[in-house]
């Protein structure tokens, strides 16, 4: 959110971080290396629809370019940080993308959440002072400069980069290979292609300790963990067959249809149709948190709390 708002109020300012960024959520499926390109000419006085222009791009890559370019483009517009984040919510296209993660996924997701609470956060700020807030966020939650600092970051994140110890979270056999990008195969070569870029992300986590290398484990480890050497107290696995990907997602995609009713995620409602709340969430009625064992009830606006149902 913070690239997109940072790009739109100060396009002479961009960073090519930024533009990666931008271009990555939802995956615009700008060519390796152009970040940099469109970032220089954004300082350099060009628009974004100029920008984008003299990107060295296929055909198929130029829609997703151009979104791009509109979208940015319209959102420099806007000066009411909540209408800045309604716009790239819906047509920016963040709560659709963060749906599907969402809906692919067998683990809880938070992204829905945050961008609820930033709307709120939003409401009566105007856009420049939305994006000095944001950053103050971003500074704080950025790595310390002690000793003793801990930083949270994604395997991609840690490309190229060494620590002396490194805990590698969710070393489990269901996320290395990653089910989700397992299942985007549609042919059995497609599937060991797959396998293989995940093979090559695992060892990408598994080489970025220069003393001290934990894998925390919470089912089955990942079978790169024994081919790696490492594993030795646990028995081997294999990496998960095509069938049992496709498997795993149509239990998933069942369960996903029982969540729309309430019977699994939020406990069995009594009756007046409330329940205690199983995860935390907001409330869309009066805004307020929802804590888990919160009464709560299923109407039209979504998960409420049980006294705000006939408001």
Known sequence: MLAYLRLASGPTLASSEDVDRSFRVPNRYLPRGAAIRVAELLRAGRTFREAIAEVDAEAWRRRGLQDWADLLSDLAAIDSAADALDLLRTRGGLDRHYAS?????????????????????????????????????????????????????????????EWAIVVLLGADRDQMPHLRALSAAETDEQFDELVEDERRLAYVALTRTKERFVAVVTDEPSPFLHEAGLGSSTRPTSVPSRNEVEARFAAIARRNRDDATGSNLRGTPDRTGATDARYPGVCPVCGGPIEIGTRIARDRRGWVHEQCQAL
């Open 101 to 161: 993660v969402e809906q692919m996924t067998p683990h809880d997701q938070v992204e829905i959440e945050a961008l609820d609470e930033l709307t709120q956060w939003a409401e009566e700020v105007g856009v420049s002072e939305f994006v000095t807030k944001l950053a103050a966020l971003a500074t704080g939650l950025s790595v310390d400069s002690s000793d003793d600092a801990i930083e949270l970051n994604t395997i991609h994140g840690a490309k190229g980069r």
